[in-house]
């Protein structure tokens, strides 16, 4: 009897192990071969494996979880520059940050959302390239370190690697 009752659990455990393990596998593989071929890996993995979409994603998909954490840490740039503002009412580089962010949000990411949807991916590349130079001027607009260096460093990884996501798709 308990012979048989091990051979019963070891098989369950063998169809468990063939339905579900080749999944996440391949999940895994997909978000690996992709993170592979942009600038920051470590980043790209993190950023998506921490999204749940990405478990079910297509290369497309994983481009528009990219996009979905580019305008996420845009909104947080923009959330830090008010609050310097309000510290530092008319400084004109926190100022000039403020709109650089605010063409992210409101032109750079909707555009790369939409043209990933439509299945047209190089506007989506603009996109992401536009908000690498967002952020870069952010940091150039002020002399020596900026309060917004981590920030606008994030930014350009993070627009990078869905830079590289999306020519994927060219």
């Known amino acids: ?30 978000i690996e071969q992709t993170c592979r071929q942009t600038p920051y890996h470590d980043l790209c993995v993190s950023s998506l494996k921490a999204d749940p979409r990405s478990a079910s994603a297509d290369v497309t998909g994983l481009a528009l979880i990219m996009v979905d954490v580019v305008k996420a840490e845009a909104t947080k740039c923009v959330n830090k520059i008010n609050h310097l503002l309000k510290q530092r009412p ?10 650089n962010y605010n063409g992210v949000l409101v032109a750079d990411v909707p555009v790369a959302i939409e043209a990933l949807t439509k299945g047209d991916p190089k506007f989506a590349e603009q996109g992401m390239d536009d908000t690498v130079i967002e952020a870069k001027s952010c940091e150039d607009d002020f002399s020596g370190r900026s309060p917004m260096t981590d920030l606008n460093n994030a930014s350009q990884k993070l627009g990078a690697v869905a830079a590289a996501i999306v020519r994927l798709l060219l």
């Not at 008319?90 to 709109?99: E, H, I, P, Q, V």
């Open 90 to 99: 008319g400084d004109r580089a926190l100022s000039s940050c403020k709109s």
């Open 1 to 30: 009897m308990m012979k048989s009752n091990s051979i019963y659990v070891a098989a369950l455990v063998l169809v468990i192990q063939s339905v579900f393990v080749p999944i996440s596998h391949g999940d895994v593989n997909l």
